[in-house]
């Protein structure tokens, strides 16, 4: 955004006076205005903007585009194309646009509601655009809107210089991601917090992007996903390391403006749904934990998720879910559950990173309910419409949090249980469950459930179940020797016979050899019409004649 170069800073501040004047903070009607505006501003929706000295026109898409051309030296002169005569919300969502080029829009948001005078602005909190633009030096060290602008300048650079359209997002990446890290402040907690900015943006830059093309799944999933992962990953491990130091007081002006900034995840693209609020929620939970920024968001939220409701828009689950997440930052887990299960059972997931930040703080008894209701609803969520390899990946997740949790309390029942509930796709779990705790019975029962074969086992997990447990695995030798005979060709014949050979050196272990006896020759009697088989068997020295 260059139009801080073509309007002078008084200016535009001036005619935010004007607004202050003609728009009371102590009236309803003006206060959904702003707010009205503010989420156009927010949604992105200004666009085609040209400036003179004074005046800005500018796009703006509402539920249909309007014209609108603003005056600075007289904000009433101001026009719209809507069939509004006053100022209406397009009308301030240019100006918020026109605002963001010379100073942060929430102290627009904030002055307005306090009615300070512009004289109070410049003296507080103007600085002249030209800081910005330094020779010396690139960004201010303790300034996000300084560091928004290098990130623009920096990419818009780098777009310049793309070499192949086909590698866009790995030249993103690799290479003007990797520029702004190398960028990143000297000290140490200050470099951190801007590679979490430099990381959210370059998430936003990909959410961009994607919108201007038409990406095919396997682009999606496996061309750009794992820059989506790492970045998310990236957040995750800076904040850890911004957590070893103690915080400077000159990072709270940044966590003030970072608000607003981590919003964009929300509704930037329809992308990444999951990927979006997950960073989202892990922004929120361990940088902005605080009941001055969640009173603020949730007001935020209410407001755009009633507009979202009642224009129809695709972002409504994102509003819904961040408000969630607000409940969740006040405990609030009643309230939660009461609204997710209004939800589709896709939602499920988008509870993980709450149940994780509970596990982490070893909150055992938050954590009980949580753990309930993921129990209560896995089953809803398995028999939804959600694609059978997200299903996977959701139940694999959750069982490794129930695991956790039960580990904890010492209740081993409590994760047999939650695989029994989730089969078929917690299959891997139960099983390897079942062979660690020596349930041999329960392992065998899980495989004839599933129509396992024994040629489709592991052998080396059958020895080890023989070695361990003799006999037990009696009952699904003996129900394969059936199979195989009932299908009546010589290889099956050979497969049955292998099978006997098995159940022979149970039983000898067993030193049950009458045992045996009586089945084989009851076997060799029931099938003496099946000359193949008969001939196996004397093969395998089973029977004699």
């Known amino acids: 955004m260059m139009l801080g170069r073509d309007l002078s800073k008084e200016l535009v501040l001036g005619a935010g006076e004007q607004i202050k004047k003609l728009l009371s903070n102590k009236d309803e009607d003006d206060r959904n205005l702003i707010k009205k505006g503010l989420i156009l501003y927010r949604q992105g929706s200004i666009y085609n903007v040209s400036t003179t000295s004074h005046t800005v026109s500018a796009k703006v898409q509402d539920v249909t585009s309007v014209q609108v051309e603003l005056d600075l030296d007289d904000f009433v002169m101001s026009s719209c194309t809507c069939p509004s005569q006053e100022i209406c919300r397009h009308r301030i969502a240019a100006f918020l646009y026109v605002y963001a080029s010379v100073d942060r829009v929430g102290t627009f948001v904030d002055y307005w509601k306090e009615e300070m005078s512009v004289d109070d602005v410049l003296k507080k909190h103007v600085r002249k655009a030209s800081s ?270 129930i695991k956790e949790y039960s580990d904890a309390m010492k209740d081993d029942q409590l994760f047999e249980n939650a695989c029994r509930n989730m089969l078929p796709f917690s299959y891997a779990e139960y099983d390897d469950y079942l ?45 394969s020797v059936q199979d195989e005979i009932r299908l009546k060709s010589r290889e099956n014949y050979k497969r049955a016979v292998r099978y006997l050979k098995r159940i022979k050196a149970q039983y000898k272990k067993l030193k049950r050899e009458e045992v045996w006896e009586n089945y084989i020759l009851t076997l060799a009697e029931e099938h003496k019409r099946l000359r193949a088989f008969k001939e196996e068997l004397k093969k395998g020295k089973l029977i004699h004649d």
């Not at 495989?447 to 695995?473: A, C, H, M, R, W």
């Open 132 to 401: 910005f633009y330094k020779p010396d030096k690139e960004y201010e060290d303790s300034s996000l809107a300084s560091w928004i602008v290098f990130f623009d300048r920096q990419y818009d650079e780098w777009y310049e210089h793309v070499s192949s359209p086909h590698q866009l997002f790995q030249s993103l990446f690799h290479q003007y991601y990797s520029t702004l890290k190398q960028k990143a402040p000297k000290s140490p907690e200050m470099k951190q917090f801007f590679i979490v900015q430099a990381s959210v943006t370059v998430f936003l830059k990909i959410l961009k992007l994607l919108n201007e093309t038409n990406p095919s799944d396997y682009m999606l999933q496996h061309i750009i996903y794992p820059y989506i992962d790492q970045l998310t990953d990236n957040v995750g491990a800076a904040i850890r390391e911004m957590k070893r130091y103690a915080l400077p007081f000159a990072l709270d002006p940044l966590l003030v403006d970072s608000v607003e900034r981590f919003r964009e995840l929300l509704y930037t693209s329809k992308h990444y749904q999951y990927e979006r609020s997950h960073l989202y929620q892990l922004l929120w939970i361990e940088l902005l934990r605080r009941d001055k920024f969640i009173s603020i968001e949730r007001e935020w939220l209410e407001e755009r998720l009633h507009d979202e409701l009642k224009q129809e828009s695709p972002y409504a689950v994102e509003m819904e879910t961040a408000l969630m997440h607000m409940d969740f930052l006040q405990s609030r887990d009643e309230q939660i559950f009461t609204t997710l299960r209004k939800l589709t059972p896709a939602a499920l997931p988008f509870t993980f990173n709450w149940v994780e930040d509970i596990l982490k703080k070893k909150n055992w008894k938050r954590l009980s309910g949580w753990i309930s209701y993921l129990m209560d609803h896995s089953t809803e969520y398995i028999h939804s419409s959600v694609h059978f390899d997200e299903k996977r990946q959701t139940i694999r997740y959750m069982l490794n949090l």
């Open 435 to 479: 062979l660690q705790k020596e349930k041999y019975k329960n392992w065998i029962e899980l495989q004839t459930l599933l129509g396992f074969s024994l040629s489709e086992l592991d052998s080396y997990v059958l020895k080890d179940i023989e070695k361990n447990e003799p006999g037990v695995l009696l009952p699904i030798y003996v129900k």
